[in-house]
């Protein structure tokens, strides 16, 4: 059997959720990975084992960095519903006012509430596929949003806006406050200097090993 390094503490009361993150490793579900549970403000559960890369050479470390995808629209939507409760943002009001581009093809009467319900119809950029380099610029995934055709009306019907949610949200929120992209990235990464920014692993399958 595949020996995995492991480190971290999990309290006695929550010695279940380290007894299936073992398990996961058991049954060949996990490479590398890392949890960490807060209860009442402080840690309870704070565990990462296995690799950070697919040679199994680098072992996961508590600073190891991992790739989070639908978590952040909880972040982006706590940001939103702060800019709605701090500056009266409407959320019935049209996203063009805001952001006159994204009226285009049919998208004029699409609402901030809409896109919290998942109901706007903009779920996917098949039009426009974007690179890795295209994500980080941000702008051209603006641009190709906004010159989106809803798969559905508007409003009519509910599907997971699984990787246009979080873009729809932030550059609302960029036009409403103006804020710079530059100005956003510094803030992101303010908490951690270069001298002890935290490595990322790179993406793969456990299921497709090398």
């Not at 978590?71 to 019935?92: I, M, R």
């Not at 603006?142 to 699984?162: C, N, V």
Request: proline share 9%.
């Amino acid at each position: 059997m595949q020996q995995y390094p492991q480190a971290g503490l999990a309290e006695d009361a929550f010695a279940d959720v380290a007894r299936a993150f073992e398990e996961n490793f058991a049954a060949g579900e996990e490479v590398g990975a890392a949890v960490c549970v807060y209860h009442r403000g402080r840690p309870v559960v704070d565990l990462w084992a296995g690799w950070s890369d697919p040679d199994r050479a680098d072992p996961w470390r508590a600073g190891t960095v991992g790739v989070l995808a639908s978590p952040t629209k909880a972040l982006v939507t706590a940001a939103f519903l702060h800019l709605w409760q701090e500056q009266g943002l409407d959320l019935d009001e049209p996203v063009a006012a805001h952001w006159p581009e994204f009226a285009a093809n049919g998208k004029a009467a699409i609402t901030p509430r809409m896109i919290l319900s998942h109901r706007s119809g903009v779920v996917c950029l098949d039009h426009a596929p974007l690179s890795l380099a295209a994500l980080r610029a941000h702008t051209p995934v603006a641009e190709a949003l906004a010159a989106a055709r809803p798969e559905w009306e508007p409003d009519t019907a509910h599907g997971y806006h699984a990787t246009t949610y979080g873009h729809l949200l932030s550059e609302l929120v960029r036009r409403r406050t103006g804020l710079s992209r530059d100005r956003s990235a510094s803030t992101r990464t303010s908490g951690c200097p270069p001298a002890r920014t935290p490595t990322s692993p790179p993406c793969w399958s456990p299921r497709r090993r090398p």
